[in-house]
């Protein structure tokens, strides 16, 4: 069973602080990365990719891959009321013609003012 | 670029009925999915289409099938509703198979 895992949460910060949201996957063989942002009753919204080891930043968002641990992680740097909503990590992995995402099951992030 | 277009947005169906949702998407996409979210179990592929002419199935494919109609359209049609296909239906596409995805405004489905 191909397996992505996220922590539910919620996961509670102040504002201003730094979001930390964590994602363990189960196939080694995985090549892509994904972040999604989804509000409630909302469709996912794209926020994040990464293919390679190492970090990458894109405004106030950095993603850190390591695939020797199976890792993956979002950083939210400055957290807003406006960033609370469920983030969901997803991982492109071998299906049966092709690729297909797998997705964890969220993390819900709440930023208090 | 309107993007995923999912229709309808809403739709309430008896048990046995059938109906197909339709999606489309403009922005030439070689790949196209349908997903089902559900409370507590995330979001899972039903069908995908890798490239037009060919369609797969996801995880929880039965009671559902699917036509890629041309590379712009990707149709899930139910053919006898039952209520454990109550959720909201998400399609996505993507310019590669392994790449990023794109997801539509969504279907909530309620089957009575």
């Known amino acids: 069973q191909k397996e992505v895992e996220q922590n539910s949460g919620p996961l509670s910060v102040p504002e201003g602080a730094i979001a930390s949201l964590n994602c363990t996957y189960s196939?080694?063989?995985?090549?892509?990365f994904f972040w999604y942002r989804q509000y409630s009753g909302k469709s996912p919204e794209l926020i994040m990719s990464i293919y390679s080891n190492g970090d990458k930043e894109d405004g106030r968002f950095t993603a850190q891959l390591n695939k020797a641990s199976q890792y993956v992680s979002l950083l939210i740097r400055d957290s807003q009321p406006s960033d609370s909503a469920t983030y969901l990590c997803?991982?492109?992995?071998?299906?049966?013609?092709?690729?297909?995402?797998?997705f964890g099951k969220g993390t819900s992030l709440l930023v208090t003012p | 670029n309107a993007g995923v277009t999912q229709t309808p947005k809403f739709q309430v169906l008896k048990t046995g009925q059938s109906m197909t949702l339709q999606c489309a998407q403009d922005?030439?996409?070689?790949?196209m999915y349908w997903y089902r979210q559900d409370p507590g179990m995330g979001l899972r592929l039903i069908y995908y289409s890798a490239s037009e002419g060919t369609t797969d199935k996801g995880e929880v494919p039965n009671g559902y099938n699917v036509s890629r109609l041309n590379k712009r359209e990707f149709s899930l049609r139910l053919e006898s509703a039952a209520p454990s296909q109550t959720s909201v239906y998400f399609c996505?596409?993507?310019?590669?198979?392994?790449?990023?995805?794109?997801f539509g405004p969504g279907t909530r489905l309620t089957v009575l």
């Open positions: 996505a596409s993507s310019e590669m198979n392994r790449g990023e995805q794109f």
């Open positions: 196939d080694r063989g995985s090549q892509s």
């Open positions: 922005m030439n996409h070689n790949s």
């Open positions: 997803a991982v492109n992995m071998r299906a049966n013609s092709g690729y297909a995402l797998n």
